[in-house]
């Protein structure tokens, strides 16, 4: 996927900074985890809960919603979201990012059914820049991705790949803006594109 934008300038950085400049020391734990499931829409996207299933649509888009943990003993604040993926060549690209306090469902006692985590319905086009979110100590948030399936011009060669494995997460705490890889956990994609781009017209 591609990078997006966030209040400030994002750091374009491949993994976390090296210790005296700073960023994290070999003992620092990255604060942000994936936690619980999934909610997906949108074209060739589906699936609400812990597995989500993706085949390539060139030229449409889609979204995802996901629930992050801080579990740190100290607040961060998000100031950066963009994309992890190593690879220039992908399936999918970045179109925009959210980040937002993570509200509990109420369901007056009663088993609750999956949360939507504020998805909402399509197109899912760009995002403003990213707002930047304080998470306070072991409290929650949840992250929306927008995401467009790239034209098949463009696709890679692979008939299936990985995509949303992980994603660069600028925080600041404590004075210092450091950079995490994070694992997306259930909203990383398995993708397939199986005669995507063979059809009469696709491009």
């Not at 074209?43 to 609400?48: F, H, L, T």
């Amino acid at each position: 996927m591609g990078r997006t934008g966030a209040t400030g300038a994002i750091f374009a950085l491949a993994g976390v900074l090296a210790a005296g400049c700073g960023g994290h020391t070999a003992a620092e734990r990255s604060p942000l985890i994936a936690s619980g499931g999934v909610a997906a829409g949108g074209a060739g996207v589906g699936g609400i809960g812990h597995t989500t299933t993706a085949e390539y649509r060139p030229n449409s888009t889609f979204g995802l919603a996901f629930v992050v943990e801080n579990r740190s003993s100290k607040p961060v604040t998000v100031v950066g979201l963009s994309s992890g993926d190593d690879r220039g060549t992908r399936f999918a690209q970045l179109v925009g990012a959210s980040v937002a306090a993570y509200v509990p469902p109420d369901c007056d006692g009663h088993s609750c059914p999956a949360p939507d985590l504020g998805l909402g319905p399509p197109p899912y086009g760009p995002l403003p820049p990213l707002a930047a979110l304080n998470i306070p100590a072991h409290r929650r948030a949840t992250v929306q991705l927008h995401v467009r399936w790239v034209p098949c011009t463009v696709a890679p060669p692979e008939t299936n790949d990985t995509e949303n494995a992980t994603l660069l997460v600028d925080y600041r705490s404590e004075g210092r803006v450091l950079t995490q890889h994070l694992q997306t956990g259930s909203a990383r994609l398995d993708v397939s594109s199986s005669g995507a781009c063979s059809a009469p017209g696709s491009s």
